[in-house]
T-cell receptor, first 114, second 117 residues
């Protein structure tokens, strides 16, 4: 089974802090994704990465950046955290070959910005 | 452009009753469709996927979905609800058109399923 691990289940940070959310997958997947999930809004794509050192903006990239230095790790960075970034963050990975492959999700990080 | 609409943000059924969760999609190219389930405090788990091989797709936990191109729908059903089915369900669409962003999923807003004893 694919394992996508997010480093923290719950995180509390203060306004203005630089926040790092880490995601690691163990299946050598090329594609990785970061979403935020808010009640009534579903999942919204923040950033995604096709492969190492590659990144693409999703629908809501403002206030975020990402890093993909190794294939198995995809980091989401909140440059200067604000209260409106309080949310559930979900990481996913996917193999792009062999037909239409689904995304595999981690358990999420619930981030609170005070 | 691709999008998904899930009709009904909340659905309640009695244990043993039919479950029907609605999903309509919009896509300018042949779509590939997914249903995911999210249990409390967990990530999303794949229930089933449509990849054009068959219009009726069977998934895990007794769920199935039927792709209807004429109705642009991919509704999720289960004949008999169980208490353990209580969760949030998400429909998602992508395309394999090489002119598009491969692998990117577009999600609906989710439907919360409550099962009454």
């Amino acid at each position: 089974d694919v394992k996508v691990t997010q480093s923290s289940r719950y995180l509390v940070k203060r306004t203005g802090e630089k926040v790092f959310l880490e995601c690691v997958q163990d299946m050598d997947h090329e594609n990785m994704f970061w979403y935020r999930q808010d009640p009534g809004l579903g999942l919204r794509l923040i950033y995604f990465s096709y492969d190492v050192k590659m990144k693409e903006k999703g629908d809501i990239p403002e206030g975020y950046s990402v890093s993909r230095e190794k294939k198995e790790r995809f980091s989401l960075i909140l440059e200067s955290a604000s209260t409106n970034q309080t949310s559930m963050y979900l990481c996913a990975s996917r193999r792009p070959t062999g037909g239409i492959q689904p995304q595999h999700f981690g358990d999420g990080t619930r981030l609170s910005i005070l | 452009a691709q999008s998904v609409t899930q009709l009904g943000s909340h659905v309640s059924v009695s244990e043993g009753a039919l479950v029907l969760l609605r999903c309509n999609y919009s896509s300018s190219v042949p779509p590939y469709l997914f249903w995911y389930v999210q249990y409390p405090n967990q990530g999303l788990q794949l229930l089933l996927k449509y990849t054009s091989a068959a219009t009726l797709v069977k998934g895990i936990n007794g769920f199935e979905a039927e792709f209807k191109k004429s109705e642009t729908s991919f509704h999720l059903t289960k004949p008999s609800a169980h208490m353990s089915d209580a969760a949030e369900y998400f429909c998602a669409v992508t395309s394999a058109d090489r002119g598009s962003t491969l692998g990117r999923l577009y999600f609906g807003r989710g439907t919360q399923l409550t099962v009454w004893p």
